[in-house]
């Protein structure tokens, strides 16, 4: 009896302890790097972080749109060492992608091929970089990895999915493209269902699911806009959206030609620069001689306008046509734009804004040493080799997956990963670059769930092929011998 107790102790240990010590696998960039990675952004997350609670007239929350993760900071570290974060977003994704493999592989290849799926993924594409970021971006994949294990035909607990719901509130609250991005899943996987085969119990069920998917989403907007107004007095999503909306229309190129044409009849402030407008997204924003910086910069109050400009194009046919056809192409060139790398490959200095920010709000040791003798503060990241294996993981994976695709069947928890995960790859394709504008970090937080899926395929499918060939030529060496 003793002996039983024993083993089964080992054995409810052993699940934690293999999750947490298989974790540091996923964040070989931050060993490699010295210290979490750090992007433009950073700075605005951590400081934010070490405000709530203690918000004054001389200490205002920094504008941002992606305050879910501010508050992940803050729970996950409590002000303590940002490895806890990092540490956190590769546990948290790695019980997830655990889980999926539970789900679609025989229970005793689980953990087996779990420990090369992460190896692979880690070293060879965009996951490792895009978890060991101090930036939301890999909660875009937890929101997909979440929603499959929702709606995957499996036993769950009320626990576990107490837990897919937290995950999936978060990643709505720590970006507000996830919001689009997960209203278009489940819009297309609800479609997508309607057309399947099946019995009534399972659409009763499927249809179950997606109101609580539905539920937590409003759940989620109802949280977003209630921290709004409590951190910012501002009733909305984010005050911040119609700048960069703005910034997106001039990404679009019809903007001189539309204030042309409505200015006569509109006393928009733009109207004086409409000769010289700003032609890119970035050069609206961060110019110095842009429009934008001209008449106000970043004090929100001085672009009350941007809302009745952004109303007049969406309901003019002529110009919601153009937006609309340019975010076709925008998306296209999204999906094909996800190199490693971007907004962290270069060296930083001791006056740089975003180490000054993180110094007033974040004045550790940890940083002031580790961060100042990382690689890439020191300007020695190079990511040639890393970007090459990652084109190279993604082109085989494309065709273990049409060769898949077109010679088997799959059963309905592979069909539904399946279409989750290429669905996702493409909303977050067009979600992105129709509100933003075409950056590589954007599809690079992603595009790992392609090798991902290419991933399950090979154990599923390919791996039996293989081991039956290597019987049969065994048995061809025994006879002959």
Known sequence: MKLETKNLISHKLFFPVYLILSSFIILWPVIFNGY????????????????????????????????GYALFIRIVTWRSTLYLVVFAQALILNFLVFNCLKVLLPAKKTIKFHLLVIALLSLFSSMGWTVSQ???????????????????????????????????????????????????????????????????????????????????????????????IKYYNYTGLSQTGNIFFI?????????????????????????????????????????????????????????????????????????????????????????????????????SNKKSSQFQTVIRYFDKKEFRQNFLNSKQMQGKLSFYRVNLYNYILLFISIIIILWSIIKYKFDRNMILFTFITISSVIVNAAATSSLSSVFNRFQSRIIWMIPLLACVYFSVFITPIIKKRFKSVAVKSNVDS
């Not at 939301?136 to 837990?163: E, H, Q, R």
């Not at 961060?286 to 910069?297: A, D, H, R, V, Y």
Request: aromatic fraction near 14%; charged fraction near 15%; charge should be neutral.
């Open 247 to 347: 910034a997106r229309l001039m990404d679009a190129g019809f903007m001189p030609e539309f204030l042309d044409e409505k200015c006569p009849e509109r006393s928009y402030e733009m109207c004086k620069y409409k000769s010289n407008l700003s032609n890119s997204y970035e050069d609206f924003l961060w110019s110095p001689e842009s429009e934008f910086n001209k008449t106000g910069g970043w004090n929100l109050q001085a672009h009350d306008e941007y809302k009745l400009i952004i109303h007049d194009v969406l309901t003019t046919p002529k110009y919601l046509g153009k937006f609309l056809y340019n975010c076709g192409i925008h998306s296209v060139n999204q999906l094909k734009t996800f190199e490693i790398g971007e907004g962290i490959n270069n060296s």
């Open 134 to 228: 101090l930036m939301p971006d890999i909660f875009t994949s937890y929101l997909v990895l979440s929603v499959f294990l929702f709606f995957s035909l499996n036993k769950k607990s009320w626990g576990f999915y107490v837990f897919l719901s937290v995950i999936i509130m978060i990643s709505i609250l720590s970006h507000l493209t996830n919001i689009t991005i997960s209203v278009l899943v489940i819009g297309l996987l609800f479609i997508s269902f309607l057309f399947m085969r099946t019995d009534k119990k399972d659409l009763l069920l499927f249809i179950r699911k997606s109101i609580v998917i539905v539920g937590l989403i409003f759940a989620s907007l109802l949280i977003l806009i209630g921290l709004n």
């Open 36 to 67: 979490p990675l750090f992007y433009g952004d950073s700075a605005l997350y951590i400081a934010a972080s070490n405000i709530f609670g203690n918000l004054s007239k001389n200490n205002e929350l920094p504008n941002m749109s992606g305050i």
